[in-house]
């Protein structure tokens, strides 16, 4: 079992930067990737970036590529999202997610093994 807890969303003005933390509890940590989600009003939830146990690998979407920047501190059990230069379109719940290592680094919702509550970003013009 893992949990999630996510910190850090709020409101900011398009330009802006925000940091998401998430931390993460349980025996078997290790076992896991870390990413994060979105969820905008009356969309999908997608997927925005991913890391690996060691942070050799990276994924992130193309919409944030250059923009956010994915990271963990494995000593606190802890994962970022650094969010620099955002846009209106990224309003929206932000979720941390647990991946299981068997998996690929980037996966569909439906594939993701423990979900943080979410935290709301809201990004104004």
């Known amino acids: 079992q893992v949990q999630l807890v996510e910190s850090g969303g709020g409101l900011v003005q398009a330009g802006g930067s925000l940091r998401l933390s998430c931390a993460a509890s349980g025996r078997t940590l290790s076992s896991y990737r870390m990413g994060w989600f979105r969820q905008a009003p009356g969309k999908e939830r997608e997927p925005v970036a991913a890391i690996t146990w060691s942070g050799g690998n990276t994924y992130y979407a193309d919409s944030v590529k250059g923009r956010f920047t994915i990271s963990r501190d494995n000593a606190k059990n802890t994962g970022y999202l650094q969010m620099n230069s955002l846009k209106p379109e990224d309003t929206a719940v932000y979720y941390c997610?647990?991946?299981?290592?068997?998996?690929?680094?980037?996966?569909?919702?439906?594939?993701?093994?423990?979900w943080g509550q979410g935290t709301q970003v809201t990004v104004s013009s």
């Open positions: 997610a647990a991946v299981h290592v068997l998996r690929p680094l980037v996966v569909g919702a439906g594939a993701v093994d423990y």
